[in-house]
């Protein structure tokens, strides 16, 4: 996030989207970036495509879920119509800063920052299991549970 703040301070910007990379055949599943001159740690972001289908994606720089955001986004999200689902979606309120102007950009996660997925089930538990194993509280005690159910006890 400090990253993010700082480019967000430096370059005076109405967004800041912390981005990592996906397999292209899981972009639908994110918004993703169109950068706009190349994509290095830092990027000025052309426009986002939200669930794009592989044809449709710019770039495989998907949104992992840390922003920096103007004041500015409110008015934009107030003016948005709903979009895939019938919701109003963050992505397109962006855009529309974007278009009217404001400057957006990217950052790319760095090493030992990762972005945990839990927009179903299965990404869910993953992302639990994850965190519970490291509790300092609980972690050891879930472990030899785990261990017994899947020696079949």
């Known amino acids: 996030m400090r990253r993010m703040t700082r480019c967000f301070e430096e370059r ?3 967004a800041v989207i912390a981005f990592e990379e996906v397999p292209v055949a899981d972009v639908r599943h994110y918004g993703i970036a169109a950068p706009k001159n190349g ?5 000025e972001i052309d426009d986002l495509v939200e669930k794009p289908s592989q044809a ?19 008015p934009a999200l107030s003016e948005t119509q709903p979009g895939k689902g019938g919701e109003i979606q963050l992505t ?12 957006a950009y990217g950052v790319r996660l760095g090493e030992g920052e990762r ?5 179903n089930f299965e990404t869910y538990f993953r992302a639990f299991v994850e965190f519970a ?19 079949g006890r």
């Open 115 to 119: 972005r945990y997925d839990i927009g």
């Open 12 to 14: 005076q910007a109405a």
């Open 56 to 74: 449709e994606a710019p770039s495989n720089l998907a949104i992992a879920a840390r922003y920096v955001l103007s004041p500015a986004i409110f």
């Open 92 to 103: 397109d309120g962006i855009r529309a800063l974007i278009r009217k102007g404001g400057r």
């Open 39 to 43: 994509a290095g740690d830092v990027f």
């Open 133 to 151: 194993l490291a509790d300092p509280r609980f972690g050891q005690t879930l472990r030899h549970h785990l261990e017994h159910v899947l020696r």
